[in-house]
């Protein structure tokens, strides 16, 4: 019976000695056990009852007119399946919560959903993600999708997602203020003063500086930037020399007047809604952003220019990998689990990121969509973002990572805003990820 | 109708108010009062008969039978309490039906008793009515009659009278005077007020500090107190108490003369004791006049024409066979 | 069933239900507290006390343990001397101002702990525009004293009423004694109404201590403990390590200590009120 | 008049508020608003009319348990003599001064064993860590103030104590008990930690998890979490003006207990 075995588990106390905690082991096994028992009985029912499959997901576009229909051309292929889609609250950190308390609490009421790529191998590692190898094998994963999207997807070189789209991070640049995108930090610094003389009131440099999992993103491309190795094997490591440089540098970029304090409480579309008012030169954020300075009625629209960020040495920078992956629920009943596969691997096909780049301009996580006639045709800029996109950097593909992003959001946000040393934050971060990771 | 006994009855109580080897007979049919000032234990011997309290050591008895560790409906007693204790949001029929209810008579039989001892206490027109609106006299006859319905063997009344004003008091113990006549049950009957206990008692029992000092008739208690403390505890005003060398006696013990058996002439008399007036008090019927005689301090019935202004000097006769002898 | 033992059986439920939802609770948390436990990875195994040991050493532990008592003791100190002040306005009487000033302790703190951040607001925020230097839910010390503002709002009417409680005890004839001794209303004030408002006083200060150090509600939905962790009390950080990094293990170990913390307070102060009496 | 100040910092946040409740959202800019709507009451939907329920089932059903169990447990430790009476009284004092997030991970997996995680019968039982006690406490202390005679007065009847509470205490008791209620349900109605903790689909949420989680697309709908506060807010306001006293009885009851 394929229900996810409850992988490998450090031996448990006696139950007789813990009056409250119970054995968590049996009390899983035996939910997962009645799922299936409860879903077996249902499947007995006539073959063609249709089957609705639960998709569960973040708000991930303004309208949803147009996925509805997408996801009316599945039910059209595959008649006996029904799609019910279900939004949840925007955050990503809310978000996250309510996956992990309702997964955590075996909840079956849904089948297939979104999780951001950083929480893939908490899931992974909790049980919670069915092993989809056997229709996604390795091999085949890392081949089709961008590197990093398809290392975010496995665990120990199993397949527990299938990448869906991705985001990288990238610099904004007011073609009409500078002379070209800058690639080192010292020319971008230059080239933002410069303008900004000739143009006062102005804001330097704008990039997320809010307490939330925006801030580690900057924080890591500001880290690699300065020469930092990307996580060997998932371990997060915070307190090498160049992520110190790194975040002394973004704390720079305040105290050198370069970028304004309402960074610190800015998060993207507080930033995004400056750069596309005109109030700045120079903008860090994600591809989304594109098409909004691009609108027609965009007081910057034709003046706006995108490049890889900039590093110290002047090779291209790396963003952060960001985006979203497709994965199954392992409490999902056994019939439900076959229907659900299809629609991961539906919603995943090349014509279904195709789909999605175009109308809702989402950087496509398979490689060959970039060299699709039409993508280059009809959405240049998605095309024109493969090398960034194939370049980017996942952060630490850990099962740990999500479990910390609280902690090391809050240093981070100490050391940027000034309340501690960019040293003495990481310190803190590191030794509390090293007393959760058990080192 | 029943006799109550106590045997040796203790109570310790961290308060204070204990009871010490305390025993009593209470006769059937007889109407004993248990007076006392505040903390003598009255109060605690009336719950221990009713069985709210139990005692330390020592056995209670009612009829002939041991009633220790038996609730207070297991004793057939029933209990009248000064603040009437009836219950607020039941009207006056619902207040005498229930301890019936709790005991589970059929509905015609608590409909009967409840309809004469309305009858019998002169409540039938408030039935209908609520505590709250009825006068101190009205809910004091409502809690009597919730203890008539009962027939009990014993009543226990513990000051019953305590919360009513004086007027009404007077009115009230006649009727219960004429309730006991009538009923022919056993009254145990606790009171503060001397003239209550002299007035309704066929024997008083006088406690103080948790022990019995004296056991009589009201006549014996009066006029043979066989302690000074029950000697001033009855009678207003107080009994005059003086050494009996003033009165020309030998011995150390005490001698003490009732102030109305002490007459005041203004003429020196030969028997008589010289005193000078300190203070002429008028209490409507009588008139009572304090005299400082050889260092002591008396209290005397002046006649009705008596005119002798403080400071003037009188003498008092006072007849040796009114004399009583106390310990001293 | 005779009624020795009905007593015991009335209070059953009410005793089981106590102990079930607390007393065992606790002593569970402790015994979780010396453990492993990391729920999502069903990860448990036994410690000791080296849980303990890492929260001694750990100085997010120790800023939210100063912002706590930081925000206690503000907050307490400014909802007695403004309770006192509407508990004498309250004496004179009037329903309709007492109901008025019931009203915010009568909300949930969460409503009005977003009720203010909208007036806080760094960009359209009434208080912004009114005080437009204060960055109030940007800067770190601001963010606390807003938070304690909040606190301030929400429990400053039920201060007030437990002084008023024990204004309303002050006898009637001391005052007019004082009265017609010629005391000036301040002086009246000074030596005889604070004097025997003391216990009043005592209680409300118990009261609020113990229910000020566990703050939760109001941080949480203002700033989340933000900005950068500045406005964190020690019930947040335990609340983040457990439902945010699973920790149950440190999270558990957070929570005991909290409690630790208000045992201390309680007994501290049950021993001054008791001496006292 | 020195109540002006005190009502304004008082009621002008709540006023402010409301006015901002009626705020077209465009104008979320403008110092004033030039226009009032309603749109943002009709943009709550469906979620928050769940939300009130949900509140609303929690906030009853702690005060039923609350009051099923504390009424005649409060009349046991008020009027009958047992051993362990004070100490019972003294725990649950003491228990009512736990800082809740001391019991959260213990409850969160014992609710998680018993299933009831993520349900609203799974918050009634940690509510009743702060209600209970406030119950026990507040009827204690009624109880002791009736008549002494009282119990006297029914045990003379011939009652037991279960017959003496059912006949003649509960009966009395109603004001109390309504003063209790009252009191439990506002506290149950504002509590926050346990139903972030215990609670998890949006569907199950109550009022102020609501409210604390009202996330719109991008920016915060001002105007829309005005509009949810007010809502939330009349139901109490509405307890308040009703109950003043009543309210105010049990608190300093409940507070002064010379």
């Known amino acids: 019976m394929p229900c996810a075995p409850p992988n490998e588990q450090t031996p448990c106390l006696p139950t007789s000695r813990e009056t409250i905690c119970t054995h968590h082991t049996t009390v899983r096994a035996t939910c997962v056990l009645l799922l299936c028992a409860a879903a077996c009985s249902r499947t007995r029912a006539p073959a063609d009852a249709p089957l609705t499959v639960v998709f569960r997901h973040q708000p991930l576009w303004a309208d949803p007119a147009a996925f509805q229909t997408f996801l009316a051309r599945f039910h059209g292929e595959n008649p006996g399946v029904q799609v019910r889609a279900e939004t949840l609250p925007n955050g990503s950190d809310i978000a996250r919560e309510m996956f992990v308390s309702a997964l955590e609490g075996g909840a079956d009421d849904f089948d297939v959903f979104a999780i951001d790529v950083i929480w893939a191998p908490e899931f992974a590692r909790a049980g919670w993600l069915a092993d989809l190898s056997a229709f996604f094998p390795q091999q085949g994963l890392r081949a089709q999708f961008l590197p990093a999207a398809a290392e975010a997807a496995s665990l120990e070189g199993r397949t527990y997602a299938v990448p869906w789209f991705v985001d990288v991070g990238l610099l904004y640049y007011r073609k009409d203020l500078v002379p070209r995108a800058p690639r080192t930090y010292a020319e ?49 490591l915070l307190t090498t ?165 609280d902690d090391i959001q809050g240093e981070l946000s100490a050391a940027v805003a000034g309340l501690r040393s960019a040293g003495e934050a990481l310190g803190r971060a590191q030794r509390f990820v090293d007393h959760l990771e058990e080192r | 109708m029943a006799s109550v006994s106590l045997a040796q009855v203790s109570k310790g109580f961290a308060a204070g108010e204990a009871l010490r080897g305390l025993s009593l007979e209470i006769r059937d049919g007889e109407f ?42 297991e004793r057939d007693v029933a209990m009248v309490f000064q603040s009437y204790a009836l219950y607020p949001h039941k009207d006056v029929r619902g207040n005498l039906a229930f301890p019936l209810q709790i005991a589970r008579l059929p509905r015609v ?98 406690l103080r500090a948790g022990e019995l000092h004296q056991l009589g008739s009201p006549r014996e208690i009066y006029e043979r107190p066989r302690t000074r403390f029950v000697a001033e505890f009855f009678g207003s005003p107080r009994i005059n108490v003086l050494p009996a060398r003033v009165l020309g006696l030998d011995g150390d013990q005490l001698a003490a003369i009732r102030p109305e058996h002490v007459e005041v002439v203004e003429q020196p008399e030969a028997k008589a004791l010289e005193g000078t007036v300190e203070m002429v008090e008028l209490t409507g019927a009588e008139t009572w006049v304090t005299v400082a005689a050889a260092g002591e301090k008396l209290t005397a019935r002046a006649p009705p024409d008596f005119a002798v202004e403080p400071g003037g000097r009188v003498w008092m006769r006072i007849p040796a066979g009114r004399v009583l002898r106390l310990p001293g | ?66 912002t706590t008592a930081w925000f206690t003791a503000v907050a307490v100190a400014a909802e007695l001397i403004l309770g006192l002040w509407v508990a004498l306005l309250l004496q004179r009487g009037g329903g309709i101002f007492r109901a008025a000033i019931l009203l915010p302790w009568a909300i949930p703190t969460a409503v009005s702990a977003r009720l203010w951040a909208w007036l806080f607001n760094a960009d359209y925020g009434l208080l912004h525009r009114l005080v437009p230097g204060i960055d109030w839910l940007g800067s770190p010390r601001a963010a606390l004293h807003a938070a304690i503002l909040v606190d301030v709002w929400k429990t400053t009417p039920f201060v007030a009423l437990i002084l ?86 440190y999270g558990s170990a957070l929570s005991v200590a909290t409690f630790a913390c208000v045992l201390v307070l309680g007994l501290g102060f049950l021993r001054v009120l008791g001496t006292r009496r | 008049m020195k109540r002006a100040p005190v009502l304004l910092f008082f009621l002008g946040p709540l006023l402010w508020q409301l006015l901002t409740s009626l705020w077209p959202e465009a104008e979320l800019t403008r110092p004033l608003p030039r226009s009032l709507t309603l749109a943002n009451y009709a943009g709550l939907g469906g979620s928050f009319a769940r939300a009130a329920l949900n509140s609303l089932l929690v906030a009853a059903g702690t005060t039923a348990l609350c009051l099923a169990a504390g009424a005649y447990a409060a009349f046991a430790i008020a009027r009958l003599q047992f051993r362990g009476r004070s100490l019972l009284l003294g725990a649950s004092l003491a228990i009512s001064m736990f800082p809740p997030i001391a019991t959260v991970s213990p409850l969160y997996l014992l609710l998680r064993a018993a299933g009831l995680r993520d349900s609203l019968a799974g918050l009634v039982l940690p509510y009743s860590t702060f209600a209970l006690p406030l119950t026990l406490w507040l009827l204690t202390s009624y109880f002791r103030e009736l008549p002494d005679d009282l119990f006297r ?100 009851a409940g507070a002064v207990r010379e």
């Open chain 3, 164 to 249: 008023l409680a024990g204004l309303q005890a002050i006898p009637e004839e001391v005052v007019k004694a004082a009265r017609v001794d010629g005391a000036r209303p301040f002086r009246l004030f000074l030596s005889i109404t604070l004097p025997l408002l003391r216990p009043a006083i005592l209680l409300a200060l118990l009261f609020r201590t113990l229910d000020a150090f566990r703050v939760f509600d109001a941080i949480y939905v203002l700033t989340e403990g933000g900005p950068a962790n500045s406005t964190e009390t020690l019930s947040i950080y335990a609340f983040k390590t457990l439902m945010r990094s699973g920790d149950f293990g």
């Open chain 1, 188 to 236: 971008l610094e230059r080239f933002a003063r410069a303008a900004m003389e000739r143009q006062p009131g102005v804001a330097g440099f704008l990039w997320q500086g809010r307490q939330y999992e925006g801030l580690n993103c900057n924080f890591f491309e500001a880290g690699w930037g300065h020469g930092a190795p990307q996580a060997p094997e998932g371990k997060i």
């Open chain 3, 1 to 66: 069933m005779n009624a020795r033992r009905q007593p015991l059986i009335m209070v059953a439920p009410a005793a089981a239900l106590l102990c079930g939802v607390a007393l065992l609770p606790v002593l569970a948390a402790i015994w979780i507290s010396l453990h492993r436990s990391i729920l999502v990875f069903q990860e448990r195994r036994f410690l000791g006390l080296s849980n303990y040991q890492f929260l001694l050493g750990d100085e997010r532990f120790w800023s939210a343990l100063a």
């Open chain 2, 32 to 73: 004993l009062s248990l007076v006392g000032p505040s903390g003598c234990g009255k109060s605690t011997t009336l719950n221990l008969i009713a069985g709210l309290e139990e005692p330390t050591s020592g056995t209670v008895r009612i009829g002939d039978r041991e009633v220790n560790g038996l609730s207070p409906a």
């Open chain 2, 109 to 206: 039989e608590i409909d009967r008793r409840i309809g004469e001892a309305a009858e019998f206490l002169g409540i039938s027109a408030l039935l209908s009515r609520k505590p709250r609106e009825l006068s101190g006299g009205q809910r004091q006859r409502v809690a009597l009659g919730r203890a008539l319905v009962r027939r009990p063997k014993v009543y226990l009344l513990d000051e019953p009278l305590g919360s009513l004003d004086p007027g009404l008091r007077a009115e009230m113990r006649g009727e219960l005077k004429r309730l006991h006549r009538q009923l022919k049950a056993t009254f145990v009957y606790v009171t503060h007020d001397q003239t209550e206990a002299m007035t309704l008692s066929d024997r008083i029992a006088v």
């Open chain 1, 241 to 405: 020399a160049a992520a110190e440089a790194g975040l002394r540098w973004l704390r720079g970029t305040l105290d050198s007047g370069l970028s304004p304090r309402s960074v610190l409480s800015s998060a993207e579309e507080e930033t995004r809604r400056a750069f596309q008012d005109g109030r700045a030169v120079f903008l860090r954020n994600w591809p989304y952003v594109w098409a909004q300075v691009q609108a027609p009625g965009s007081p910057v629209r034709g003046k706006v220019g995108f490049a890889p960020l900039p590093t110290a040495t002047g090779e291209p920078g790396a963003g952060a990998l960001g985006g979203w992956l497709l994965a199954v629920n392992a409490h999902a009943p056994e019939a439900r689990r076959r229907a659900a596969v299809r629609l991961v691997s539906y919603l995943t096909s090349h014509a279904a990121e195709l789909e999605l780049a175009l109308h809702y301009s989402r950087l496509p996580a398979r490689r060959a969509v970039y060299d699709d006639p039409r993508l280059r045709e009809e959405a240049p800029f998605i095309a024109a973002l493969f090398p960034l996109a194939a370049t980017a950097l996942p952060r630490p593909v850990t099962p740990w990572y999500a479990l910390a992003g």
């Open chain 4, 153 to 252: 007065a029914a045990r003379v009847d011939g009652c037991t104590p279960w017959q003496a509470f059912v006949h003649v205490f509960l009966p009395l008791a109603t004001p109390a008990l309504a003063t209790t209620a009252i009191l439990v349900f506002i506290f149950s109605w504002n509590e926050l930690l346990y139903a972030l903790a215990f609670v998890s689909t949006p569907a199950k949420r109550t009022i102020p998890v609501a409210i604390a989680l009202f996330a719109g697309e991008h920016l915060e709908p001002w105007g829309q979490i005005a509009a949810a506060s007010v809502t939330a807010t009349l139901p109490l306001a509405l307890l308040t003006f009703l109950f003043q006293r009543r309210i105010v009885r049990g608190l300093t």
